[in-house]
């Protein structure tokens, strides 16, 4: 994952993985995206530390954390607090990012 810059928060899709460093369930669901980066040797999902930027959860009105943040065409679509599972997550990227999952 890479940390997020305020360019790529204004592209029309991303997914947003937000944190805090102290947070343990935040460690387990960034270990969850972690495996599935892994698996597909590419960098999928963004990340930014909460603490690090008030305005923008003030401003997207990001409840807690972790939170994966769906942002696609330039609407934010889902807010997912309880990652579940990697099966869960990798439903929200079948539906949110198709194209891993084209066979070449």
Same mark, same amino acid.
């Given at each position: @994952?890479?940390?997020?810059?305020?360019?790529?928060?204004?592209?029309?899709?991303f997914?947003?993985?937000?944190?805090?460093? %102290?947070?343990?369930?935040?460690?387990?669901?960034? !270990? @969850?995206? #972690?495996?599935?980066? !892994?698996? /597909?040797?590419?960098?999928?999902?963004?990340? @930014?530390?909460?603490?690090? /930027?008030?305005? %923008? @959860?003030?401003?997207?009105?990001?409840?807690?954390v972790?939170?994966?943040?769906?942002?696609? #065409?330039?609407?934010?679509?889902?807010?997912?607090y309880?990652?579940?599972?990697?099966?869960?997550?990798? !439903?929200?990227?079948? #539906?949110?990012?198709?194209?891993? %999952?084209?066979?070449?």
């Amino acid at each position: @994952m890479q940390e997020t810059t305020n360019k790529q928060l204004e592209q029309e899709n991303f997914l947003l993985y937000i944190y805090t460093p %102290f947070c343990g369930t935040c460690s387990v669901a960034r !270990s @969850m995206l #972690d495996k599935i980066e !892994s698996v /597909h040797k590419q960098e999928i999902f963004y990340e @930014m530390n909460a603490s690090l /930027h008030p305005k %923008f @959860m003030q401003e997207y009105k990001v409840e807690s954390v972790p939170c994966l943040l769906i942002k696609q #065409d330039n609407e934010i679509k889902e807010k997912v607090y309880a990652f579940k599972s990697i099966a869960n997550i990798y !439903s929200l990227l079948l #539906d949110y990012k198709p194209e891993l %999952f084209k066979v070449q």
